[in-house]
């Protein structure tokens, strides 16, 4: 390698330890933009937001299980529930325990402000793993935010 090819090298190599290490610093840092954009959105516009998210989540769950399994053998004991799909599906997420997760999500927003920084998927996971409200936020996914000049005005709204 010539003198200049290694410089070339060793440059690309520290612009993308730098590029990396933002991205860590910007996934780190979280504020309330979930949270606060879903309590200004519409009921029709969150309904459709929690429709399309499980929609997509069976959807994709389901394909998920079925090119998996494309690579698995076939069962050692006889059964339907012994098909490596039909295990990998019984595993998903359960969102119809009869919640109205609409209604969760803006209610876990309004009541626990300090967690609005906890993405919407966060809290729809959470509550597909039959996690309550007060579980969400007594053990979020994600820490809360120390609250900020933002955080307060937001909570003298409620």
């Avoid at 290694?6 to 933009?33: E, G, K, T």
């Avoid at 079925?66 to 339907?80: D, I, K, M, V, W």
């Avoid at 300090?114 to 409200?133: A, C, D, M, Q, T």
Wanted: proline residues 4%; positive net charge.
């Amino acid at each position: 390698m010539t003198g200049r090819t290694s410089y070339s090298v060793a440059r690309a190599c520290i612009l993308f330890m730098l590029l990396c290490f933002i991205a860590q610093l910007a996934r780190a840092q979280r504020d309330n933009s979930e949270g606060e954009s879903w309590l200004r959105w519409s009921s029709e516009h969150r309904n459709a937001y929690v429709s399309g998210y499980i929609e997509g989540y069976y959807g994709g769950y389901a394909h998920g299980c079925q090119e998996g399994a494309r690579n698995l053998s076939e069962p050692t004991q006889p059964g339907f529930d012994n098909f490596p799909v039909n295990k990998c599906l019984d595993r998903k997420l359960d969102f119809t325990k009869g919640i109205d997760l609409t209604k969760d999500v803006t209610t876990f927003y309004r009541r626990y402000p300090v967690n609005r920084n906890l993405f919407i998927k966060e809290i729809l996971e959470e509550l597909g793993k039959g996690k309550s409200l007060e579980d969400i936020h007594a053990h979020p996914p994600f820490p809360a935010v120390a609250s900020s000049t933002r955080h307060s005005q937001t909570s003298q709204e409620k």
